[in-house]
Structures are given as C-alpha cells and as structure tokens.
C-alpha cells in the first residue's frame, strides 16, 4: 500500500519512468549497505527488543511520510530519501523474522511454514494496494501514508505481548567476524551458492514488474490509482492461488518447480508487453502472481532448509540482500531501459532473460539437504584457556599414510579446506615431513580461541563421511598455538 502510493506520487512529481522505478529501488539498495551486519545482529543479540525498536524507528519515519505529503512538502529527492530509511530498517529486521520461523515449526513442516509467510504477505500485497488505490483516488497519498503508520503500531503492540520470541544464544566471536561469517559459509557451501546466484538473477529479471506497472497502469492502460491499486491486487491474489499448488509442485523437485514457476512468470511479462486493455492485462498479471510466489517460495525454503541453525539469520541475511540487491538493481535498469527503448521492450527482455537463466540449471542445479548438527569434535581439553578473543590460533594435526594409501589419503584430506574454512578457519595447508615421507601435518588458522571453539559445535552430520575415514590416518590428538 505505501509502495503504491509512494510511485504513484513520484510518477505525479515527474513523469519520468527513470524517477519511478527508483522508488521501488530505494526501497531495496539499503541492504547492500546493512544486509550483512543484519544477520549478524539477529543471530547475537534477543530478538524481541531488536524488533521492536526498529519497528518503532519505521513509525517515526512512516509518519514524517505522512506530514509530508499532507502539507505537500515532500520532493522526489526527499520522497526517496524516507523510502531509503524504510529501506534500511527493514533489512535490518528480515533476517530476524525469517530467522525466527525455523525455530517455531519442525524441519520437515518447514516448506510448508514458508508458504504460509507468503501467504499472508501476497494477501497483504493484494488487498494492500487495492485498498490504497481506492484511498489515494479519493484522498490522494497522504491517508495511505498514515494507515502504513498505524500499521507498525500493530506490530509493536503484538510484539510486545507475545512471549513467544526465539531466544539466541550469547555469542563469544566478535562482532566482525561475526558479520563475515555467512558470506564465508556460503562460498564454501556449493548448495548455498547456487540458491543466491539463482535468486540473484530471478530477482533482477522479475524486478521489472514492479518497477514498470505504475507506468503501465497509466501509459498504457489509461488507468487512475483505484486502477493500479487493482492491478496489484491481481498480482496479490495470484501469488495467495499460487502458494495452495508448492507442495505439489515441490514434489517434482527444486529445479523443475523453480523450471516451471519461471516459465509461467516470464510468459506473463511476455505477453503483457503486447496487452492493452484491463481484462486480459489482469488475467496476466493473475498468472503472474503464480510464477512470482512459486519462485520466491522455492528459493527461500531451499535457502533455509540448507542453512545450519548457528548461521542461519546470517545466511538468510545474504539471501535477503541477494533478492532485495537484484530486485533494486533490476528496478533502476529497467527504469533505463523503458526510458530509451520503451516499456513493451523492457517487459520482453525481462522474459527473455528469465528464460535465458534456465538454460544454466545443469551448472546450478539445487540439491538441498537438510542439515543436522552432530557432535564431531571433542572440546579441547586445556588446562588454561586463553581469552576468548586471544588469537590467531594455529591448529595442527599429524596424519600418517603408507605409500599405497596415499592418494586416496590425499583425495581425502583435500576435501578438509572447505570444512575448515566453512566452519571459521581463514588459512588452511598441508604439509609433508621430508625426513619421514608419509608423515603429514594439517594446519589451519583461525583469528580467535572462540571463533575456534564455535568451529568444534559447526560440525553437520553429512561430514562425518569424510572424517571418519580419516581417523585410522590420526597420530595423536589436535596441538594449539597461539601467536605471542
């Protein structure tokens, strides 16, 4: 709702598609600068206070919108401004509140808990806009803006009340490593990968409807804000039809219903590109709906199932700043191409490169496994343990293979760099005694005595398929050293 009226007003201001499609980008480029210190809050610091007072600092702001535009002060510079500080909060608190749904239902409902999210988002997003359409066109921008503040009010009176919070652990690791620690998580996790840069590139095709349709409504459709706002309502209520078909579709498979749920958003962009009348332009972005819920439903669930509670809202964190990032740095480049090559162009091009980006699913395919945490370390028993934030902490570790096992061992102890360095190491080698051939040494670093106890809680399940075969190469137990 305070989207719509927000572009609706800018497209009154200037009557530039460029200056209308950086509303929705303001809205989204905030993330790039507090997406990652986001996750890392959320997994450090009690979650109920958190949001609350971010969700107050979105009412302050809401309601200088609201003054604003009541007393016609507002200016597109100034209009953008406020919508970068809504921005902002908002990606500071996404992570948290997606962080906060994994611990409410168990893992094998979790799919299910994510389209319900999505639900009742798109059931905001269609009644939402088709609600403001009918304020703006009697009232104009102000009264919207009002009701979006009266809404945090709601939500700061619900948290409030509700006990019912995930509580995170204290964490000993500092505050840096602690931002740095989902982006390293992800680069060294194959599956993570591949969901952002499929996210990533979704996100950035499919900005274009958003970013266009006011421009849309009124160029091409001739319509006024109850009209926009009807128009959203489509896409919202296409998105709530299409959330009732992903546990069917998820039964094919993550890559054929990411496949098909793509497929039905690009034909929606492509034909609507050709439309110019309400009737068959609603049924579009109707369908529409369908394909936008059924991607961003897959990629969230798949992101979250394969994401290890410790880092969980960090890597949710990346996710949100890869969709938020390709959704405003979308918006802004099909701003610029609507400006010199026109609108049906730019939704053409959008399709055209949504299904360009299935052609990469044999290199990116999502092969999510649930991720179970298991006990695969001992703690290091040592008689005085340095300070927590003491470091950098060298490890080493001997091993020992006969010449006829060596490159199996070798294949093996390999694969060791990407655990560590998932886990929290920054270097890792391997080294062979050249007195003693067969006698090798692992050494990894790590830049704090906590960041190294955290490394022995990190440990999944599925590791112990290439630590356990490991073992009968052990000499001895892990040295420490720490740099004096």
């Keep these: 709702m305070n989207n719509v009226a927000a572009a609706w007003l800018m497209e009154q201001l200037t009557h530039s598609p460029l200056w209308v499609s950086l509303v929705p980008a303001a809205v989204g480029l905030p993330v790039f600068a507090v997406g990652l210190l986001a996750g890392a809050l959320a997994d450090r610091l009690e979650r109920k206070p958190f949001l609350i007072a971010f969700q107050a600092l979105q009412l302050l702001v809401a309601l ?72 703006l066109a009697g009232y104009g921008p102000a009264p919207v803006f009002l009701l979006n503040t009266l809404s945090f009010v709601w939500v700061i009176l619900v948290l409030w009340r509700w006990p019912g919070l995930a509580r995170t652990a204290p964490s000993r690791t500092s505050l840096k490593a602690a931002v740095w620690a989902g982006p390293r998580y992800i680069r ?7 969901i952002m840069l499929r996210t990533g590139l979704s996100a950035f095709c499919g900005a274009v409807q958003g970013a266009l349709l006011p421009l849309y409504s009124s160029q091409t459709l001739q319509l006024g804000p109850s009209g926009l706002g009807l128009l959203y309502g489509c896409i919202g209520f296409g998105a709530v039809l299409g959330a009732q078909f992903q546990a069917p579709l998820r039964r094919l498979g993550w890559d054929r219903a990411a496949l098909i749920a793509s497929v039905i958003f690009a ?77 049906a162009t730019s939704l053409q091009a959008a399709a055209l490169g949504l299904v ?11 092969e999510i496994k649930p991720v179970h945490p298991v006990a695969a370390y001992p703690q290091p028993q ?32 390999h694969r060791l760099e990407a655990l560590r360095r998932r886990d929290g190491a920054y270097d890792w080698s391997l080294e062979e005694s050249i007195e003693h051939p067969g006698l ?45």
Aim: net charge neutral.
């Design 64 to 135: 200088l919108m609201t003054l604003g535009a009541w007393q016609s002060r507002l200016t597109p510079l100034t209009l953008l401004g406020l919508l970068g500080l809504l921005g902002t909060c908002s990606a500071l608190v996404v992570p948290a509140w997606q962080a906060t749904t994994p611990r409410l239902v168990p893992k094998e409902l979790l799919p299910q808990a994510v389209a319900l999210n999505g639900i009742s988002v798109n059931l905001s997003r269609a009644v939402g806009p088709a609600l403001g359409g009918l304020v």
């Design 188 to 194: 060294q996790a194959p599956e993570q990968a591949r």
């Design 267 to 343: 034909g929606h962009l492509f034909l609507l590109g050709q439309t110019r009348h309400l009737a068959p332009a609603s049924g579009l972005l109707l369908l529409g709906g369908v394909g936008w819920i059924g991607m961003v439903t897959t990629f969230s669930t798949a992101a979250q199932m394969a994401a290890p509670t410790w880092v969980q809202a960090r890597i949710l964190s990346v996710y949100a700043l890869v969709f938020q990032g390709g959704l405003a740095l979308g918006s802004a480049f099909w701003g610029w191409i609507c400006l010199h090559y026109g609108l």
């Design 356 to 366: 360009l980006i299935q052609a990469l699913i044999p290199w990116t395919r999502l």
């Design 382 to 413: 040592i008689p005085v343990s340095p300070h927590p934030q003491a470091g950098p902490i060298r490890v080493e570790i001997s091993y020992r293979a006969e010449a006829q096992e060596r490159s199996h061992f070798l294949e093996r102890v």
């Design 440 to 484: 090798f040494r692992e050494l990894f670093w790590l830049r704090s005595w906590a960041e190294h106890e955290d490394q022995h809680e990190h440990a999944q399940a599925r590791d112990l398929e290439l630590l356990d075969p490991l073992k009968s190469y052990r000499e001895g137990g892990a040295e420490h050293y720490l740099r004096v």
